[in-house]
């Protein structure tokens, strides 16, 4: 794990992630200094609603993400219904609608890989509750890259597979309990 402030924070979830969010985004405090980027596994015909819903209960922004844009601290990126969500070496924003990945598009492997290389040690990621091991790969590819891993305790998850996949592929991940994680996310990006 790095010592470097992160510039970044990626977060996945899938089954009882409404929940999970609702605990960590509105708790986030408005000067919030980085980008957070999220993937959440909803059916690719379904429309979101994910950001209307956060915007309105947190003091951070938070918006869809659309192709090509340029990330701005303080914001929390949702990727829509049916795109990978990409970092780019430039620290924008792309969509993709390359196969999925595990069953999902958007993937949060697909974003977690991504974010690493661009980030590299300064990023955090994010495992959240979910039924499938989505996530496991990007989080040791966070890891391996010098960044901060941390997984939601499987004892406080909707879904505890996602959160037991990733700690199998990444041992060396933060294990927190839910209500912690803002914490955490404050301490290590504000400190």
Do not use: W
Not at 49 to 66: G, T
Not at 79 to 85: I, R
């Amino acid at each position: 794990m790095s010592d470097l402030r992160p510039q970044a924070v990626v977060i996945g979830a899938s089954a009882g992630a409404l929940e999970a969010l609702t605990i960590i985004l509105p708790a986030l405090l408005a000067d919030f200094p980085v980008p957070i980027m999220l993937v959440v596994h909803i059916p690719g015909d379904k429309r979101s609603v994910l950001a209307e819903l956060f915007q309105a209960k947190c003091r951070i922004r938070v918006m869809e993400v659309e192709d090509k844009e340029p990330l701005v601290g303080g914001t929390a990126y949702f990727a829509p219904p049916n795109y990978h969500l990409l970092v780019e070496g430039n620290r924008t924003l792309s969509l993709s609608s390359d196969e999925p990945v595990m069953f999902s598009r958007p993937s949060i492997d697909v974003l977690f890989e991504s974010a690493a290389d661009a980030f590299g040690a300064a990023l955090v990621g994010i495992v959240l509750t979910g039924a499938n091991h989505d996530g496991a790969r990007g989080l040791r590819a966070i890891s391996d890259a010098g960044g901060h891993a941390v997984v939601q305790d499987p004892a406080t998850a909707f879904a505890a597979a996602m959160p037991e996949g990733a700690i199998a592929r990444c041992p060396d991940a933060r294990v927190l309990p839910l209500d912690a994680i803002a914490a955490y996310l404050q301490k290590v990006v504000c400190a």
